[in-house]
């Protein structure tokens, strides 16, 4: 699988260059179009209970699409439902990542993606859950909210990023994930919930805006009965 991305960097949009009968991964629903002929077939995430957890805990989809190229070859775009940018993966068969709620987008068929437990954010109403772990070789599409920006971790260098901006990090990248503010109503009035305590070496991918952050703005605009 070849991956072509265009209308960069606020509306991206990543077209998925398949061979004769080449199968591609993609996120449920972010299916742009097809050229003709292109078979479409879902089922469920791999991993923790066969993505039920990813289903219910962490708002993600239940089900993935495996789109097949016919005979004479095709492709398929592919889009995220937040304006913003899209990176591309190379995975070599060395290195996994681990991509955030909302932001795996595709892979080609040579990567095996799973729902990994990633802390209890979700439960308390921050962007923790579950996280896609992707391990194998080729390309892996992932997206953000707004611009993308990668951090890249020397040996034993620390960072500490508020979970909703977090898009992937690999797997050499040491990671925990804790309240920044102590007590739940201390938690709710900063705004904050979550953070991520990362440790190098290893590369994280932010995205420069949050997804939840949009979603609470939302909520406040709608009038209450």
């Not at 072509?4 to 080449?22: I, K, T």
């Not at 095709?74 to 909302?102: E, F, Y």
């Not at 992932?142 to 040996?155: K, P, S």
Request: one cysteine or more; glycine letters at 14%; charged letters at 10%.
């Amino acid at each position: 699988m070849q991956v072509q991305v265009r209308h960069q960097p606020s509306f991206a949009v990543a077209r998925l260059l398949l061979a004769p009968g080449e199968p591609a991964q993609v996120e449920a629903g972010a299916m742009l179009a097809t050229s003709y002929g292109v078979h479409v077939q879902s089922s469920s995430q791999g991993g923790v209970m066969k993505g039920l957890g990813r289903a219910f805990l962490s708002g993600e989809s239940f089900f993935i699409s495996t789109y097949t190229a016919p005979q004479n070859g095709g492709w398929v775009d592919v889009a995220p439902n937040l304006p913003g940018d899209i990176q591309l993966i190379n995975m070599d068969g060395r290195t996994g990542w681990c991509v955030t709620k909302g932001s795996w987008l595709a892979s080609s068929h040579g990567v095996h993606t799973e729902t990994r437990w990633g802390g209890f954010g979700k439960l308390f109403g921050g962007e923790g859950g579950f996280l896609t772990h992707a391990t194998g070789q080729g390309p892996l599409v992932v997206a953000c909210y707004g611009a993308l920006e990668t951090v890249n971790l020397q040996q034993g260098e620390m960072i500490t990023i508020d979970s909703g901006h977090v898009v992937a990090y690999a797997d050499t990248v040491q990671s925990q994930t804790r309240k920044v503010a102590s007590g739940m109503i201390q938690s709710l009035k900063s705004g904050e919930g979550l953070v991520f305590d990362f440790a190098g070496p290893g590369q994280v991918l932010t995205q420069t805006r949050n997804p939840s952050a949009l979603s609470s703005w939302i909520v406040a605009q709608v009038p209450s009965r």
